[in-house]
């Protein structure tokens, strides 16, 4: 199982980003997917989530309102469209798929991509 993350970089506050998840090795449509992202010194924290069927996505309450969650089944690659990006933001960012238990969990996902770096600065 292979997940490759892109789209990453550094972008100003209030700036956005599109994240790109590219999977292979699992029958995509099948697997729920999903977002997290790492900070410096902190804990990996959940940013987005979305099934199988891609309805009832859920998100962190930090980025709610400003993050989306979308997939492309035929391309078999997930997104995080990112908005009024904020330097809070700053974190390394994970995608993750066929989680096993709570969403929010970060041990409940088995699959993880390598992380792709997002900066949020002026």
């Known amino acids: 199982v292979q997940l490759q993350a892109s789209g990453g970089g550094l972008v100003q506050p209030g700036g956005s980003l599109r994240l790109s998840c590219a999977v292979s090795?699992?029958?995509?449509?099948?697997?729920?997917m999903g977002w997290f992202r790492q900070a410096p010194g902190r804990v990996r924290e959940f940013v987005a989530t979305i099934p199988r069927t891609g309805v009832n996505t859920y998100y962190g309450d930090s980025v709610s309102g400003r993050f989306t969650i979308s997939r492309d089944d035929a391309k078999a690659t997930v997104y995080l469209q990112m908005n009024s990006l904020e330097p809070e933001d700053t974190a390394v960012y994970y995608c993750?798929?066929?989680?096993?238990?709570?969403?929010?969990?970060?041990?409940?996902?088995?699959?993880w991509g390598q992380g792709t770096q997002v900066t949020v600065s002026s």
């Open positions: 090795g699992l029958t995509f449509r099948d697997v729920d």
């Open positions: 993750t798929a066929h989680p096993t238990g709570s969403y929010y969990n970060a041990q409940s996902w088995p699959y």
